[in-house]
């Protein structure tokens, strides 16, 4: 199941909020995007989905627009599947930091139960979630916390560098 920057408020019934937390707790999988109507700005703060998201919503506005938000590589990024572009640590990290910085996204905070793979590296944001996982019951979760990543993908390509974090998410 995929939400990408779908409020909860204009689009869902917490019935079916609830049945997608069933079904991610019985083996299924779920990514949420990040937007202006995702994560805390989406209205999900105390839904079925916030209770089963790898990161902890704030209260209140969550997404915020024209600031540089660079991703750094985190030592459990260095070893998921998902996040490791190279297989030599230090090569992983130089590969990240040569991605461009993103505009745009939603700001959470970490969750004991979840595992972030990239968190910002610098700026009022720093230390924040990136992109996170979590096991809920028998499915698997991932929050990327922006709608900007498509950044990643075509600034790498176009410094004919690497797709693979794009081509590992899909």
Do not use: C
Not at 7 to 34: E, H, I, P, T
Not at 72 to 83: D, F, Q, S, Y
Not at 120 to 136: N, Q, Y
């Amino acid at each position: 199941v995929v939400f990408d920057n779908f409020s909860a408020n204009s689009y869902f019934s917490n019935y079916y909020l609830q049945r997608v937390y069933d079904y991610v707790k019985g083996g299924g999988g779920f990514l949420m995007f990040g937007g202006k109507d995702s994560f805390s700005s989406g209205g999900y703060v105390l839904s079925p989905i916030e209770k089963m998201l790898p990161v902890r919503l704030i209260r209140g506005e969550d997404f915020y627009s024209r600031m540089k938000m660079s991703g750094m590589v985190t030592p459990a990024g260095n070893r998921h599947p998902i996040t490791r572009l190279s297989s030599d640590p230090g090569s992983n990290q130089r590969i990240w930091s040569k991605f461009p910085p993103l505009s745009q996204g939603n700001i959470a905070a970490r969750l004991e139960e979840g595992t972030v793979l990239v968190e910002s590296e610098t700026g009022p944001t720093k230390g924040a979630p990136m992109i996170a996982v979590r096991r809920v019951g028998e499915g698997r979760v991932l929050s990327i916390l922006t709608d900007d990543l498509w950044r990643w993908n075509y600034g790498m390509v176009a410094a004919e560098k690497t797709n693979r974090l794009y081509l590992r998410l899909m």
